[in-house]
């Protein structure tokens, strides 16, 4: 736990590798300054980074008429941080499980398993069009152990 | 912040030597693009030596896959050695540490491969 004070960031980004990169650094910086451990770090950072890149290229496919906004707040208790799109939605139950034997060979479609598994809790939302992604870390819990 | 790949030859193995990042739009495509080009050139018993790999995203992790499986298709071996405690710890997660033989010694790694 931090004794840090609530604050939220916002950032509209074009539908860019540059965007994914500034939103990972950025849940990098935001979970450093928060004092969790170098592992949870890299955890949030890649988990932020995922869900960036489905924003990006799944969501909005690169199209630079479509933005991506994030933002990132420390509530003192958790890390939040939400990623919206403007693509044209995502049906979380609809994904393929990555670890069935028979998609285990696929070149794609760990992103959101990899999200789940690093963070505490993790939402959808559709937008009408697009999708709110919400990533929740806890903080002062006891690693993933992932 | 993007990939490092280096190639050398030991015994008739193809050693490339990753460095860096192996993510979207930085890695994967370079990592790809050489694996087909060894391929093309009839290089089919690769090692991709991972020591100084310190960041792989899930397009990285879809990218050692597509390489694994394109490389086996072709009648060849694709090996992964010096594994990081991240990379490692991403392979465990996804339930691919059983699926690609990995090794963490070049010199027994060298030896492992079939030998015509």
Same mark, same amino acid.
């Given at each position: 736990m931090t004794g840090q004070q609530a604050s939220r960031v916002t950032y509209t980004l074009d539908s860019s590798l540059d965007s994914v990169n500034k939103v990972e650094q950025t849940a990098e910086q935001m979970a450093r300054k928060a004092g969790v451990d170098e592992d949870e770090i890299f955890r949030i950072s890649m988990a932020v980074r995922e869900a960036a890149v489905n924003a990006v290229l799944?969501?909005?496919?690169? &199209? =630079? $008429?479509k933005r991506m906004t994030a933002s990132f707040e420390n509530t003192g208790s958790d890390l939040v941080i939400r990623i919206t799109d $403007?693509?044209?939605? /995502? &049906? =979380?139950?609809? /994904? =393929? &499980? =990555?670890?069935?034997p028979e998609n /285990? /060979?696929?070149?794609?479609?760990?992103g959101i398993f990899l999200i789940r598994s690093f963070m505490d809790e993790v939402h959808f939302k559709q937008l009408h069009p697009g999708t709110e992604l919400t990533l929740i870390k806890h903080l002062g819990t006891a690693p993933t152990g992932a | 912040m993007s990939m490092k790949i280096s190639t050398r030859q030991v015994d008739g193995i193809t050693i490339m030597d990753l460095g860096g990042r192996i993510t979207l739009g930085e890695g994967s495509v370079q990592l790809r693009d050489s694996v087909r080009d060894l391929l093309a050139k009839g290089q089919k018993k690769i090692l991709l030596?991972?020591?100084?790999?310190?960041y792989i995203d899930s397009s990285g992790i879809g990218e050692l896959v597509s390489a694994y499986t394109t490389v086996r298709n072709q009648g060849g071996e694709l090996k992964l050695l010096n594994l990081t405690r991240k990379v490692h710890d991403l392979l465990q997660i996804t339930k691919l540490y059983t699926v690609f033989d990995v090794k963490d010694d070049e010199a027994s790694a060298i030896a492992s491969y079939a030998h015509a």
């Open positions: 799944h969501g909005n496919a690169y &199209d =630079p $008429e $403007e693509g044209k939605g /995502l &049906d =979380p139950a609809t /994904l =393929p &499980d =990555p670890l069935a /285990l /060979l696929r070149g794609s479609g760990r | 030596n991972l020591g100084d790999v310190n």
